[in-house]
């Protein structure tokens, strides 16, 4: 059974809800603006039980998953068969091409970044249980899959496991790519003039300042479309209208 519990400006979520005589299984998903996708499995042991895996498999299609990153490999081509155990600096993989690619986080620990070994993170508990997770990659007729593995787990009446996890689809919408050429970037929300008379008609605005009032990882959700819409005109107008567009982040 799925249910929608939350539609608004920006995000939408539903739970879906299944069980035996053993488990039960609730997932919590929300989808947001950009085509985030996150999901909070929760596994509510209904007696005594010894689970032998809570895994998530990812099939790919085999033409698209062409190269990866993450999880203990660096870029490159796709393994035809891998397996790796959990590595303090990795959360999450990517496989993909130019056509297309999923970016799967594997949620619960202390910090999710980018794909860099800056940050020390703490393994996500669920998903590394004590040293009996880990990553797998297999390769079938027309699909690569991509599996996350928690491994075996006793369980007593009553008790929850939750598993969480964050997908990214890309693109996520048609794109041309001849079409991207005539963009010109600039980071820096005051241009200076040779800047302007060189082309660059896109312009990022950092975080943190009055015409992109977030901070760093906020959520977009909620923020004032109509006083973020009033702040990008007086942007563009304050320079001269030579500002094709206006790319916001935080």
């Known amino acids: ?60 299609r085999k033409d698209i998953a062409e190269y990866m990153i993450g999880m203990g490999r660096m870029e490159g081509y796709t393994p035809e068969f891998g397996k790796s155990i959990w590595r303090r600096e990795e959360e999450s993989f990517w496989l993909g091409n130019a056509k297309g690619s999923l970016h799967c986080e594997l949620c619960g620990g202390s910090y999710h970044g980018s794909l860099l070994n800056l940050y020390q993170l703490n393994h996500p508990r669920s998903w590394y249980n004590g040293v009996n997770g880990g990553f797998r990659i297999d390769t079938k007729n027309e699909t690569v899959e991509a599996t ?6 006793p369980m007593q009446e009553g008790e929850e496991v939750t598993n969480k996890f964050a997908l990214i689809v ?62 990008n005109r007086v942007f563009i107008k304050k320079n001269d209208e030579k500002i094709a567009m206006i790319c916001g982040y935080a």
Not at 17 to 36: H, P, Q, V, Y
Not at 148 to 153: L, N
């Open 170 to 231: 890309s693109p996520a919408e048609p794109y041309n790519p001849n079409d991207q050429w005539k963009y010109k970037y600039e980071h820096n929300p005051k241009p200076r003039k040779e800047v302007v008379v060189n082309g660059r008609n896109m312009m990022n605005v950092h975080h943190a300042n009055k015409y992109n009032r977030g901070n760093c990882n906020c959520k977009y959700e909620g923020i004032d479309q109509l006083g973020v819409a009033k702040r």
């Open 1 to 60: 059974m799925v249910s929608v519990h939350k539609r608004e400006n920006g995000i939408v979520a539903c739970e879906a809800i299944s069980e035996n005589e053993s488990l039960r299984l609730t997932c919590k998903g929300a989808m947001e603006f950009d085509g985030r996708l996150s999901y909070d499995c929760i596994v509510t042991a209904k007696k005594n039980i010894h689970l032998q895996d809570i895994r998530l498999e990812i099939p790919y």
């Open 148 to 153: 996350a593995y928690s491994g075996y787990r």
